[in-house]
């Protein structure tokens, strides 16, 4: 029984000093594959395009008023300049 004892001793001697190397493996193989938590993507805002109304000259105003009958065709004239 006693021989026994020791035997079940050194398996559990070995046993965790394999374990303790297999941890530090671990640990190695853990940092050399880096951090591959995912980041947030940060968009950033794009400009809010301006218009400078002081340069709009008004005889260019009034010759699209007269081209534009109907609000009907203005509405068709407005939907078509915001498709470019």
Do not use: M, W
């Amino acid at each position: 029984l006693e021989s026994e004892n020791r035997a079940l001793r050194s398996e559990v001697t070995h046993l965790r000093l394999e374990n303790a190397l297999l941890r530090e493996q671990l640990q190695r193989l853990q940092g050399l594959q880096g951090n591959h938590d995912v980041l947030p993507v940060v968009i950033p805002p794009t400009p809010t395009p301006t218009v400078d109304l002081s340069r709009l000259d008004t005889s260019l105003v009034t010759q699209i008023a007269s081209f534009v009958g109907t609000s009907r065709e203005l509405l068709n004239l407005a939907l078509t300049c915001k498709s470019f």
